[in-house]
């Protein structure tokens, strides 16, 4: 099915529960989504999308299933996301500093404190 190219075709399509939609997204029945939103919308819309998707585990950086790459894939995978690959980056120095925020395993603690308040001013 082509996206409609008009306002017309566009108040013609069915309307989907959001139970169904999910339901059809999980077992990947649908294969593409269109959002209409205003300009000012756009930004706010497209990043509350990206969290429901990575929410709902839709999202992925490899068209791979994990589960079935090889060993050597994984490791490989891995060793692309060390602290020792970043230091081609440009951003390096950037990342060192915040390391902190960024650990290897899950922290049993919170962080240190680095001074930084971000209040809500009424």
């Given at each position: 099915m082509?996206?409609?190219k ?6 013609k399509l069915p309307?989907?529960?959001?139970k ?9 029945k ?8 205003t ?11 990206q ?5 709902e ?7 791979m ?9 994984r490791i490989?995978?891995?060793?692309s ?20 925020v ?21």
């Amino acid at each position: 099915m082509t996206p409609p190219k008009s306002a017309s075709e566009v108040v013609k399509l069915p309307t989907l529960e959001s139970k169904r939609f999910l339901r059809d997204l999980r077992c990947e029945k649908i294969k593409q989504i269109c959002v209409l939103v205003t300009e000012d919308e756009y930004v706010a819309d497209i990043r509350s999308a990206q969290v429901f998707a990575e929410n709902e585990r839709f999202l992925s950086s490899s068209p791979m299933d994990e589960s079935v790459l090889d060993e050597k894939t994984r490791i490989e995978r891995y060793t692309s996301r060390s602290w020792e690959s970043l230091k081609t980056n440009p951003l390096y120095k950037d990342l060192v500093e915040f390391r902190d925020v960024f650990p290897e395993t899950v922290p049993y603690e919170l962080p240190k404190d680095k001074g930084t308040r971000h209040e809500k001013s009424n």
